[in-house]
């Protein structure tokens, strides 16, 4: 089974303050990807990054950042310099194959409140 | 390009009813897959459809069914509506059947309560 852990519920920051959303998963799989989305108070899941289990390097993207490290099986996402606009619930998701299958499973969530 | 668009938005049904949510996906996605968010178990993967058959299923009661068309339009159904069922509902179209390669597009959802 796999497993995909969000601890932070809820993070609170001040505008243009660093925010590291942690992520860590469970899976038997030696092949997975991991994901993670961005929910605003709209409601839509916005995609926001693939990684496969191959490929730990890390990524930046802008004002994002992320540091997969398979030693510890996190995946954690980086916001630098945080905006208001950033204000959503954040998810960090796993596909591993199931019966041949790729089910994706979903953390709980970060809710991310960023004051102006 | 329009994206996913889910119909109705909102709907309040009552226990034991039936319910059908309506998913049309981006021009040219042939994969629908739902979700169901709720606060108490997060959010789940129900079922994705491709060419008009079901290629994934999550673990939820027989309750919740589905189909999808020949113009990949999809639609869930629910039946004998529990309290439990109240949920977001999300649908999410993608090119292919689902391989964690090819990006998954969600719709806004449709906003379900049961009374």
């Known amino acids: 089974a796999q497993k995909v852990t969000q601890a932070q519920t809820e993070i609170s920051v001040v505008e243009k303050e660093d925010v590291t959303l942690d992520c860590v998963y469970e899976?038997?799989?030696?092949?997975?990807?991991l994901f993670w989305y961005k929910q605003p108070p709209s409601g839509e899941l916005v995609f926001l990054i693939r990684?496969?289990?191959?490929?730990?390097q890390n990524e930046i993207s802008g004002r994002y950042s992320w540091n997969f490290q398979k030693s510890t099986s996190s995946f954690n996402f980086t916001i630098t310099a945080s905006q208001v606009v950033d204000s959503a619930v954040y998810f960090c998701?796993?596909?591993?194959?199931?019966?041949?299958?790729?089910?994706?499973?979903f953390g709980r969530g970060t809710s991310l409140i960023v004051h102006p | 390009k329009a994206g996913v668009t889910q119909t109705p938005r909102y709907l309040i049904k009552t226990r034991g009813q039936q319910v059908t949510l309506s998913c049309s996906p981006i021009?040219?996605?042939?994969?629908v897959s739902w979700y169901q968010q709720t606060p108490g178990q997060g959010l789940q993967f129900l079922f994705e459809?491709?060419?008009?058959?079901?290629?994934n299923k999550g673990n939820f009661p027989g309750r919740f069914s589905g189909r999808q068309f020949s113009n990949s339009r999809s639609e869930m159904n629910v039946s004998t509506l529990e309290l439990g069922d109240s949920a977001l509902y999300l649908c999410?179209?993608?090119?292919?059947?689902?391989?964690?390669?090819?990006?998954?597009?969600f719709g806004p959802g449709t906003r379900l309560t049961v009374l």
């Open positions: 459809y491709f060419s008009e058959t079901q290629r």
């Open positions: 021009s040219g996605h042939r994969s």
């Open positions: 998701a796993l596909s591993g194959v199931s019966g041949g299958s790729y089910i994706p499973t």
């Open positions: 899976t038997r799989d030696t092949t997975y990807y």
């Open positions: 999410a179209s993608s090119l292919y059947f689902t391989v964690p390669t090819d990006t998954q597009y």
């Open positions: 990684r496969n289990s191959f490929d730990e």
